[in-house]
């Protein structure tokens, strides 16, 4: 990774849509956050092209190198944004089941993607009545939706960079297609979600308590 530049590396990982451009347009279409945590990101900084403040967290020793140079990383993300602010962005290399060196209840957005059990350890540093942004691909969403301190409020819905946020009929989502008790220690056997009758790319919850 070192002898390629910071934006060969973006576009190396995140062309086209990798880089979830949609996703993030969703989110800033509907909310504004002022703050927003990323943990098990690794190098995909495309939510810094929509939101002036990001913090950043992979103990990926490659996110290490790419974040190392931090001047470049805001450069390009500065040619790229689409508000006026100047980008703010940390970056924390360790493990985001390890505490986290920000305050608790500081973010207003958390972003679970692809990375794991995010929500669990993570819900300190979410403010009550933040957004927890979240996927299925490892179960997070399933573990969300038996947690008695978020709430559903709405969905990502769409395909490929033409997504938006739709509010209602919301109880149509996390109903199994077998008859099955969603436990923690199920999903973390499987670390995957479990098949539902009606899915979404991504559910946003409120934390709620």
């Given at each position: 990774?070192?002898?390629?530049?910071?934006?060969?590396?973006?576009?190396k990982?995140?062309?086209?849509?990798?880089?979830?451009?949609?996703?993030?347009?969703?989110?800033?279409?509907?909310?504004?956050?002022?703050?927003?945590?990323y943990?098990g990101?690794?190098?995909?900084?495309?939510?810094?092209?929509?939101?002036?403040?990001?913090?950043?967290?992979?103990?990926?020793?490659?996110?290490?190198?790419?974040?190392?140079?931090?001047?470049?990383?805001?450069?390009?993300?500065?040619?790229?944004?689409?508000?006026?602010e100047?980008?703010?962005?940390?970056?924390h290399?360790?493990s985001y089941e390890?505490?986290?060196?920000?305050p608790?209840?500081?973010?207003?957005?958390?972003?679970?993607?692809?990375?794991?059990?995010?929500s669990?350890?993570?819900?300190?540093y979410l403010k009550?009545?933040?957004?927890?942004?979240?996927?299925?691909?490892?179960?997070?969403?399933?573990?969300?939706?038996?947690?008695?301190?978020?709430?559903?409020i709405?969905?990502i819905?769409?395909?490929?960079?033409?997504?938006?946020?739709?509010?209602?009929?919301?109880?149509?989502?996390?109903k199994?297609?077998?008859?099955?008790?969603?436990?923690?220690?199920?999903?973390?056997?499987?670390?995957?979600?479990?098949?539902?009758?009606?899915?979404?790319?991504?559910?946003?919850?409120?934390?709620?308590?």
């Open positions: 990774m070192a002898t390629l530049s910071v934006e060969k590396l973006y576009e990982h995140y062309a086209g849509e990798k880089a979830r451009r949609g996703f993030f347009d969703a989110l800033a279409a509907w909310r504004q956050p002022n703050r927003v945590l943990p990101s690794f190098i995909q900084v495309t939510a810094s092209l929509v939101f002036p403040s990001v913090v950043y967290v992979d103990n990926d020793r490659n996110a290490k190198r790419f974040f190392s140079k931090m001047d470049d990383v805001v450069s390009f993300v500065t040619r790229h944004k689409v508000y006026r100047k980008p703010e962005m940390v970056f290399g360790s390890a505490h986290i060196p920000e608790d209840g500081s973010f207003d957005l958390l972003i679970s993607l692809y990375a794991g059990f995010i669990k350890p993570c819900k300190r009550l009545g933040g957004i927890l942004a979240v996927n299925n691909s490892h179960g997070d969403a399933s573990l969300v939706s038996i947690d008695p301190d978020y709430e559903l709405g969905v819905q769409g395909r490929g960079d033409r997504l938006r946020v739709v509010e209602e009929k919301l109880d149509a989502y996390f199994p297609k077998k008859q099955t008790v969603v436990t923690e220690e199920l999903l973390r056997k499987a670390n995957r979600g479990i098949g539902y009758t009606k899915t979404a790319p991504a559910y946003l919850f409120k934390r709620a308590r």
